[in-house]
């Protein structure tokens, strides 16, 4: 089974890229943030004649996440347990959730698509909020854990943190100064491995970045950071066979600024998982 997770950084804008990917490619499932849009709005029909279902969390033009599978989606969740919201000017205690996370299950594995909040700045309420946010999932992930050892389950997504200074090859993005690389998101991110899941891409492809910024020619100068990751609990990483970043979809006509990040899994699929008259599209 192949699996994959991928900002998008507008489905509208970038759907015939993603669907030509997924086929070329032969994925199985796909987890995509930064859909930034309403389910209604999705722009479902090419993915359908496909052959991929659909599950898709949208509020407006902002975030969103979703999944694209050829393999039956189940127990869909749009939120996990105590995740906290934001809204811009407020502090009490009922604030808006936003579309940043979609949990799925898939052959008996556990799939999260993740919309880190990004934090914006040191001093914004913003960074309180994504630590908050992550703080919130560590904990949810320690009991899933410890409910489900033996499930695999892969947290997977743009995570805004790049976890060590070889993550992060933008020069305009210092300790001290810049979100993504402060003491407290790396101790965050820690807390994940920690909990026993690991960067199940990072033994087959040591370096390599997932993001570029569009601005100040960072893509030709590689000045980009790694901030998009599959990350597994050891069941999950038992079954990992292949994994890589495939950084050429950085280029061409109007990429989206993060790179699919993909892996492939042993898993042995049902007949009743796998569509053998599912339609094909040939490009």
Same mark, same amino acid.
């Given at each position: 089974?192949? $699996?994959? *997770?991928?900002?998008?950084n507008?489905?509208?804008?970038?759907? =015939? !890229?993603?669907? &030509?990917? #997924?086929?070329? +490619?032969d994925?199985?499932?796909?987890?995509?943030?930064?859909?930034?849009?309403?389910?209604?709005?999705?722009?479902?029909?090419?993915?359908?004649?496909?052959?991929?279902?659909?599950?898709i969390?949208?509020?407006?033009?902002?975030?969103?996440?979703?999944?694209?599978?050829?393999?039956?989606?189940?127990? $869909?969740? *749009?939120?996990?347990?105590?995740?906290?919201?934001?809204?811009? =000017? !407020?502090?009490? &205690?009922? #604030?808006?959730? +936003?579309?940043?996370?979609?949990?799925?299950?898939?052959?008996?594995?556990?799939l999260?698509?993740?919309?880190?909040p990004?934090?914006?700045?040191?001093?914004?309420?913003?960074?309180?909020?994504?630590?908050?946010?992550?703080?919130?999932?560590?904990?949810?992930?320690?009991?899933w854990?410890?409910?489900?050892?033996?499930?695999?389950?892969?947290?997977?997504?743009?995570?805004?943190?790049a976890?060590?200074?070889?993550?992060?090859?933008?020069?305009?993005?210092?300790?001290?100064?810049?979100?993504?690389?402060?003491?407290?998101?790396?101790?965050?991110?820690?807390?994940?491995?920690?909990?026993?899941?690991?960067?199940?891409?990072?033994?087959?492809?040591?370096?390599?970045?997932?993001?570029?910024?569009?601005?100040?020619?960072?893509?030709?100068?590689?000045?980009?950071?790694?901030?998009?990751?599959?990350?597994?609990?050891?069941?999950?990483?038992?079954?990992?066979?292949?994994?890589?970043?495939?950084?050429?979809?950085?280029?061409?006509?109007?990429?989206?600024?993060?790179?699919?990040?993909?892996?492939?899994?042993?898993?042995?699929?049902?007949?009743?998982?796998?569509?053998?008259?599912?339609?094909?599209?040939?490009?």
């Amino acid at each position: 089974m192949r $699996v994959a *997770t991928w900002n998008v950084n507008s489905i509208r804008a970038r759907v =015939g !890229r993603t669907v &030509d990917w #997924l086929v070329r +490619e032969d994925v199985d499932v796909l987890a995509m943030q930064e859909i930034k849009c309403k389910p209604e709005q999705f722009p479902r029909e090419p993915f359908e004649e496909a052959g991929y279902e659909l599950a898709i969390h949208g509020l407006n033009q902002w975030n969103g996440v979703a999944f694209a599978s050829r393999i039956p989606l189940e127990d $869909v969740v *749009t939120s996990f347990d105590g995740m906290p919201g934001f809204a811009k =000017g !407020r502090e009490d &205690d009922d #604030l808006p959730l +936003e579309a940043r996370a979609l949990g799925v299950t898939v052959a008996g594995i556990r799939l999260w698509s993740l919309y880190v909040p990004n934090g914006r700045g040191l001093d914004d309420p913003h960074y309180t909020y994504k630590l908050d946010w992550l703080g919130t999932l560590a904990a949810d992930t320690r009991s899933w854990l410890a409910e489900n050892p033996d499930q695999p389950l892969a947290l997977m997504g743009d995570w805004n943190i790049a976890p060590t200074d070889a993550d992060n090859g933008d020069p305009t993005v210092v300790e001290g100064v810049s979100t993504h690389v402060s003491v407290p998101e790396r101790q965050a991110f820690e807390e994940f491995e920690a909990l026993g899941l690991t960067d199940v891409v990072r033994p087959y492809q040591p370096e390599g970045f997932t993001y570029w910024d569009y601005k100040q020619l960072r893509f030709p100068r590689n000045e980009g950071m790694r901030i998009d990751f599959i990350m597994g609990s050891q069941p999950f990483a038992e079954l990992v066979t292949h994994a890589g970043i495939h950084r050429n979809e950085r280029k061409g006509e109007a990429p989206s600024d993060h790179v699919p990040v993909l892996v492939d899994l042993d898993v042995a699929l049902h007949d009743d998982e796998q569509d053998e008259d599912r339609p094909m599209i040939f490009g």
